[in-house]
Every structure is written in structure tokens, then in C-alpha cells.
């Protein structure tokens, strides 16, 4: 049973798989990149649109570890679409207040782009509406095996708790909200730890149409899910009697 309405929460952190770009081109025999170029105005969109609506974090994979084994000029065009988009968006990002991180392995990438995502994570560091994550090089087994090998090398115990502090997102909540465009059902390797109590959205649209009224319909969604964690309705009815501020 979902919250009536009047007891909607916001979702805090949303995470979104923006797939589809490719499909969204070849349906207009457009070359893939031309796709990927509209879903970086999609993105745009969508970022405002979560400032609009008070989400607290975004995060977005834009390239996976996998995304290297794609033809070479797909990725260098991905490539490219960064460079133009780290030159380009930060005046827009600074005046809606979003601050920019890169999560990924920036090892390889070229220098300009490596110079590029710092500069621009810089320039956007005191903004304070929305904490933008753009996964960019990123794996959730990367992720994990890197927090693994980092307490390894401190000599730091391995616990759920040391393992969370030592990944990449350790600077936000846990995704409440996952959404996945383009009608794929799987997780392709995005936040394996931090999804663990995620609720989980797949859309049919491709991330190029993912427009505000899709964002509403899964927000909306998540809306009415109820998020157990664990524990039974009946338990939760029971904390929500007694703290009505914290259910
Ligand atoms: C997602 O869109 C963007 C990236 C992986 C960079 P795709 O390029 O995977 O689009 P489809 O799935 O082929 O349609
Ligand atoms: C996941 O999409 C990666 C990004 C959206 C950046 P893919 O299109 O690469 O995922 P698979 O290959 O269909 O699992
Ligand atoms: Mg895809």
C-alpha cells in the first residue's frame, strides 16, 4: 500500500540508466551519435526538472566500463559530446545550483577530458540545490573492487560499513529511485552496492523521450510503493503511529 497524496514523498536521490539513445537515432536513420547528442538535451532537462521538483541527487550513468567494446567512432563521438558538454553547461548548471561530480575511473581517459571533468566539478562546488553524479568510466564491480583494494592497502578492516565509506558515492545517500530507459530490464553494472534497497523503474521510452511527464510517472510510482526494508506493514503502520514525523 502506497502514501495517500497528501503524504508524497520527493524521492531524495534518483538514479537513472539512460538508455536508448542509439535505438532513438536508427529509428530515424540518424547515425547512433546523433542520438546520444539528443540525450544529452535530455539530460539537461531532466536535471532542471529534478531541481524543479526538490530531488536532492541525481545520478546518471553516461558511459559504462563496458562502453569501451562499442566501434570506435561511437566512442570517440561519446568522447567528443563531453568535451563539448564540459565546455558548455556549467554557467546553465551553476545558475540552477548543481554541483557536478564525476564518478568513474579517469585513469583512461584522455587528459583533456580528465582536466575538463576537475574543472568543471571546481567551478560548480558550492553549488547547493542538486549534487549532480555523472558515472562516466564507471562499473558498479569497479566501484566495489576499488573501496575493497583501497581499505586493503590502509590496512582497514573489511565491513559493510568501511566498504560504503571508501566508494564513490560516499558523499550521498543511497538511491531511493532507479530508473532504466529504453525497455531493458537488467542493471548493466550500474550502483550494484548502492541499489540494495532501490526501487526499481523501467520505462519503455528512450532516454532521448524521457521528458518531464515520464519523470512525474516514475516518481508518481515510487509514490506508492512502500518501502519495507526489512520489516512487515504492520510494523511500519506501528513506527508511523508512533513517530508520524519520521514515517
Ligand atoms: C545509452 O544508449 C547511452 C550509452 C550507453 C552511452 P545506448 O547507446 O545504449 O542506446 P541503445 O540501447 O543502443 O538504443
Ligand atoms: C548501460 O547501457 C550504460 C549506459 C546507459 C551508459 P548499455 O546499453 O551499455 O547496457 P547493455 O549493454 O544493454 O546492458
Ligand atoms: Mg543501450
Excluded at 540518424?30 to 535530455?42: D, F, I, N, T, Y
Excluded at 565546455?87 to 548543481?98: I, K, Q, S, Y
Amino acid at each position: 500500500m502506497g502514501k495517500p497524496a497528501s503524504e508524497a514523498v520527493v524521492p531524495r536521490h534518483v538514479a537513472i540508466v539512460m538508455d536508448g539513445n542509439g535505438r532513438w537515432a536508427t529509428r530515424r536513420f540518424l547515425p547512433r551519435v546523433a542520438g546520444h547528442k539528443q540525450g544529452v538535451e535530455s539530460l539537461r532537462r531532466c536535471v532542471r526538472a529534478c531541481v524543479d521538483r526538490g530531488v536532492q541527487v541525481l545520478t546518471v550513468f553516461a558511459f559504462s566500463s563496458e562502453n569501451w567494446n562499442r566501434p570506435v567512432e561511437e566512442v570517440s563521438g561519446l568522447m567528443d559530446l563531453m568535451v563539448g558538454a564540459l565546455a558548455r553547461e556549467v554557467p546553465r548548471l551553476t545558475r540552477d545550483g548543481v554541483k557536478l561530480h564525476f564518478v568513474g575511473e579517469r585513469g583512461g581517459l584522455s587528459e583533456k577530458i580528465a582536466a575538463g571533468l576537475l574543472k568543471a566539478e571546481a567551478a560548480t562546488a558550492t553549488n547547493n540545490r542538486l549534487v549532480l553524479n555523472v558515472c562516466f568510466n564507471y562499473g558498479g564491480r569497479w566501484d566495489i573492487a576499488r573501496a575493497a583494494a583501497l581499505l586493503a592497502t590502509r590496512g582497514e578492516a573489511i565491513t559493510e560499513a568501511s566498504l560504503d565509506a571508501a566508494m564513490a558515492l560516499s558523499h550521498v545517500p543511497d538511491p531511493d529511485l532507479f530508473i532504466r530507459t529504453g525497455g531493458e530490464q537488467r542493471l548493466s553494472n550500474f550502483l550494484l552496492w548502492q541499489s540494495a534497497y532501490a526501487e526499481l523503474f523501467f520505462s519503455d521510452k528512450l532516454w532521448p523521450e524521457f521528458d518531464e511527464a515520464a519523470l512525474d510517472d516514475a516518481i508518481a510510482a515510487y509514490q506508492r510503493r512502500e518501502r519495507r526494508f526489512g520489516q512487515t506493514s504492520a510494523q511500519l503502520a506501528d513506527n508511523a503511529r508512533r513517530d508520524p514525523q519520521a514515517a
